[in-house]
């Protein structure tokens, strides 16, 4: 027992002088295991001050009458408003205590000036400030408690020196704000309005151990960061877990969204913050690039810490809470519902967060998406329809779980009809040919017209039965009287080609003469304008009756002769 009690203390003893020289933060040690850390006191040294905007000169050099509203982080009761804010250089030869600027208490008024501090009941905070008289010796006092009530912890009298004094201070159960009050008592000349110098106000928290902490906060627009305007989430449980997920502590945070751990030995950590309930995501991780303000742990809650020593303190462990944003999508042809349509979901930054799929209902649903800009892209359309390439684009609002919904339309994939016409006898192809596709109850739905190829592509059609006539025959050609029905199927993948044949039209050719035979000229009696045929004409038989006189004659003329 004695070797391992022997064996704990040296190796406390290395961590303790591990820590004593790579210390993160300015400190100062109150026990072997414990420090004081700067708490969460603003504008401590009265140098963040507005004078342009909110000041006038007070009568001498570099000293000025300042609204409180130009004087950040410091409120005061002084009926005027006013905060007297005196420089290094002025026309008293008055030098600031630490830096350039400090106050004096008795203003144009009794001037008590305060600051109210978020803190964590239980805490022990150590106050620190510098105090000096003007003129001779003025007197102050520290008031310390909740904004509505505060009691004094210290009264303090100094002459023309600065005088530094500090203190402790406990703060009560509920109590997580508290105000520091620092009010004027007398003055050496007895003025009401001239007299107690401030400067160099400190609070810190007295911490025993490593620490982890920080707050759980509403993030309003989603953003992963911090801003003013988004309220703390009091009642949030947090765990601290080691890195195989053993836990070692437990707390809810404060009514200021607070959490602290404290006693914490050197190693790594995980630090698991749970949501409320489903109706809240955690935001986006890390965003920015001030890591004091924005969202430390992933979409499960969970953030990583590593405790290098037993002095080092980690206050950034931050968590943002947002509402659960939602998108359906509804993808339809007509009225029937699709499956296995695929969407993107892409952010402001245009980085994808997440994908959807429809179902056998033609629905999917996305959620998890922190309040801000969205884009719906479709990248894979349902089997046997076209994609729809038109983007949505919607918002999600915070404190609006409802989905939003969104419809996409598709029709069926198209197809295409492709017709080749041709002279029959030897297959070349034809230009010029018209060709109609007409629906099955005899609509016409297109035409097309072959090319010097002899080609028609037909194309965006429905899947379905089309018929296909020739309406126009190229010049020189018989016009088919062939009627082709096709049938374009569901998700068609090919064209349908098919093929129209035309004859010639043959013009019989005109009879030429034989060699050496007389030329007989055939005279069409119908269209002799000369012969006008009339009932009872003997024309014809004269002509026979002379014809064959003539003949007799020429007969016996031969015979006397020979």
Do not use: C
Request: proline share 5%; charged share 20%.
């Amino acid at each position: 027992m004695r070797k391992k009690l022997i064996g704990s203390f040296f190796i406390l003893l290395v961590l303790l002088i591990i820590g004593s020289t790579s210390e993160k933060v300015q400190a100062s040690p109150t026990s072997p295991n414990g420090w004081q850390l700067k708490w969460a006191i603003k504008n401590s040294d009265f140098e963040d001050v507005d004078i342009a905007d909110y000041g006038q000169n007070a009568g001498t050099t570099n000293v000025w009458m300042v609204n409180q509203d130009g004087v950040d982080a410091w409120g005061t009761t002084n009926p005027t408003g006013n905060i007297e804010v005196w420089q290094n250089g002025n026309g008293y030869n008055v030098p600031a205590f630490s830096g350039n600027n400090f106050i004096e208490l008795n203003s144009d008024g009794i001037g008590p000036v305060y600051q109210d501090i978020r803190t964590i009941p239980g805490s022990n905070l150590t106050w620190k400030f510098s105090h000096r008289g003007r003129n001779g010796i003025d007197t102050a006092d520290l008031l310390i408690g909740s904004p509505e009530s505060q009691a004094e912890v210290v009264r303090v009298s100094d002459g023309e020196t600065w005088g530094s004094f500090e203190g402790n201070y406990t703060v009560p159960a509920g109590q997580t704000i508290t105000r520091l009050t620092f009010n004027p008592i007398s003055t050496a000349n007895g003025s009401l309005t001239s007299g107690n110098f401030l400067d160099d106000v400190q609070l810190y928290i007295n911490v025993n151990g490593a620490k982890i902490g920080d707050v759980v906060w509403y993030d309003f627009n989603g953003d992963g960061i911090q801003q003013d305007s988004e309220e703390p989430a009091p009642g949030v449980k947090v765990d601290l877990l080691t890195k195989d997920g053993v836990l070692k502590q437990s707390t809810t945070t404060n009514n200021i969204g607070s959490y602290l751990f404290t006693d914490v030995l050197p190693g790594d950590y995980q630090v698991k913050f749970t949501i409320p309930d489903n109706n809240f995501i955690f935001s986006k991780a890390n965003q920015g690039n001030n890591p004091a303000i924005n969202s430390k742990p992933d979409k499960t809650g969970i953030a990583k810490v590593n405790v290098p020593n037993l002095k080092s303190e980690n206050f950034d462990i931050d968590a943002g809470i947002t509402t659960n944003g939602k998108v359906e999508i509804q993808k339809l042809s007509g009225d029937k519902a699709l499956s296995g349509a695929v969407y993107t979901i892409k952010d402001n930054s245009q980085s994808e967060v997440a994908k959807i799929t429809t179902n056998q209902n033609g629905t999917g649903t996305a959620e998890g998406l922190p309040p801000g800009n969205y884009t719906a892209t479709e990248v894979t359309a349902p089997l046997g329809y076209q994609k729809n390439t038109t983007p949505k684009k919607f918002t999600i609002t915070y404190g609006d779980t409802n989905p939003v919904k969104l419809t996409f339309q598709n029709t069926e994939k198209m197809g295409a009809i492709n017709i080749f016409k041709q002279d029959e006898s030897n297959k070349t192809g034809l230009a010029n040919a018209v060709f109609e596709v007409k629906a099955t109850d005899g609509t016409t739905l297109k035409k097309g017209t072959t090319n010097n190829s002899g080609y028609a592509l037909v194309g965006n059609l429905l899947p379905g039965t089309y018929v296909i006539t020739e309406i126009a025959a190229p010049s020189g050609y018989e016009k088919s009287t062939k009627e082709i029905r096709v049938t374009i199927p569901f998700n068609p993948q090919a064209t349908i080609n098919v093929t129209f044949s035309d004859k010639k039209i043959i013009v019989p050719p005109k009879p030429s003469p034989a060699n050496g035979s007389t030329s007989v000229k055939l005279i069409d009696k119908a269209a002799d304008t000369k012969a006008l045929p009339q009932t009872g004409d003997s024309s014809d038989s004269v002509t026979i009756f002379t014809g064959l006189l003539t003949i007799i004659a020429s007969a016996l003329f031969m015979y006397r002769r020979y």
